[in-house]
């Protein structure tokens, strides 16, 4: 038997449900409140360290009918603040299942919420945009005030929070990458180490510490929070543009951006899901692509760069790059996990790309 529960946007708004995970025994939990449309990879959204900070509420209504396996989780433990569902099955069925999603939940000591008209919160998220929230087993009226006082992502650099204190090497390819942690996912790395020995730094990383390691490219991870907040680290990636082919992905993209002097903005409640389609300017070929991202980059600002790629539903920039420096990012993830990979040749392209100036 669950307990009942409650969601509480700052706004006032409230939705019943009942108590699931470590939401019991965690009392009122925060967040900024988020919804992600994707039909499955429950597990790889809710381990996907660009969720710190927020409260994830699926609009596909049954999550975790398949359990979980650790062979999908994109980070060491789970960074978000919560989750909302509109229906957490008993059971699951599923031949790669270890565990169910609530024992997941439980373990990680990971909130949730469930019972909640996800329909009625996605529409109120569209009109009124991503919401700072509380959810809890608690009276109301403390829920109430929770909320109220809550935080949003704004202005909050979170890449420090998820990144790595230490660094590490994963892969055994033949061309040498940096990639510069701001919340990296597995899957990304999955990637890279198919054609690359990819030594992983923490984002506090400076330009000279990442260039004595030698590497043949440099990678630009996503991550969470807010991009104008990050300026130390966009100095560092200016410190190195030109010196290396780089590729940034997500916060990456953002990130490369402000080296460049761009700006970004906050959208009125995100990108997240595996269904956007966006435009590569230069072949006009549509792609289906994974998205998680708050903010973009704010079109006209980023002076030497030229625009790849657009999102088809919203003409937000989702890609660019930088010809005199051997620089191209994309807002999107063409790692998907989960979601289509229509986009991952990106990796190709910057395996290529450092190929190609090795040899020059």
């Known amino acids: 038997m669950r307990a009942p529960a409650h969601l509480v946007l700052a706004d006032g708004t409230v939705f019943e449900g009942e108590a699931a995970g470590a939401l019991e025994a965690s009392g009122i939990v925060t967040g900024e409140a988020v919804f992600n449309t994707a039909l499955s990879g429950y597990q790889e959204v809710i381990t996907d360290p660009s969720y710190a900070g927020q409260i994830v509420a699926f609009t ?5 009918s398949y359990g979980v396996t650790p062979l999908d989780d994109e980070s060491r433990r789970i960074f978000l603040s919560g989750i909302i569902v509109r229906d957490l099955p008993p059971l699951h069925s599923s031949w790669r299942a270890s ?13 949730a919420i469930t019972g909640i008209d996800t329909r ?39 890449a420090s929070v998820v990144s790595i204190e230490q660094p590490y090497r994963v892969g055994e390819g033949p061309l040498r990458v940096v990639a510069l942690d701001l919340g990296i996912k597995t899957t990304i790395l999955q990637h890279l180490t198919r054609f690359a020995t990819v030594e992983v730094v923490p984002a506090s990383t400076t330009a000279e510490e990442i260039l004595s390691l ?16 990050l300026g130390a680290i966009a100095e560092t990636v200016s410190g190195l543009l030109g010196r290396r082919p780089m590729l940034g992905i997500c916060l990456g993209h953002q990130v490369l951006a402000g080296a460049l002097g761009g700006r970004t ?13 966006v435009k590569h300017l230069s072949t006009g070929a549509v792609e289906i692509t994974a998205q998680n991202h708050n903010y973009a980059v704010e079109e006209g600002s980023v002076h030497g760069a030229v625009v790849t790629h ?7 920039i989702e890609g660019i790059a930088v010809e005199r420096a051997d620089a191209v990012s994309v807002q999107h993830h063409p790692e998907a996990g989960p979601g289509p990979h229509d986009a991952s040749y990106l990796f190709d392209d910057f395996a290529a790309r450092m190929v190609a100036a090795a040899g020059s």
């Open 60 to 64: 596909y209504p049954h999550i975790g």
């Open 99 to 111: 565990g169910s999603l609530e024992e997941l939940l439980s373990r990680h000591g990971v909130a």
């Open 120 to 158: 009625r919160l996605t529409r109120h998220l569209r009109e009124h945009g991503a919401l700072p929230c509380a959810m809890g087993v608690g009276a109301l009226e403390e829920l109430t005030a929770a909320a109220a006082s809550a935080l949003s992502t704004d202005g909050c650099d979170l």
């Open 214 to 229: 030698d590497p043949q490219g440099i990678f630009l991870s996503n991550g969470p929070g807010d991009p104008s907040a």
């Open 265 to 277: 903005y906050k959208l009125p409640f995100g990108h997240h899901g595996s269904n956007h389609p």
């Open 310 to 316: 657009v999102n088809l539903n919203d003409g937000v």
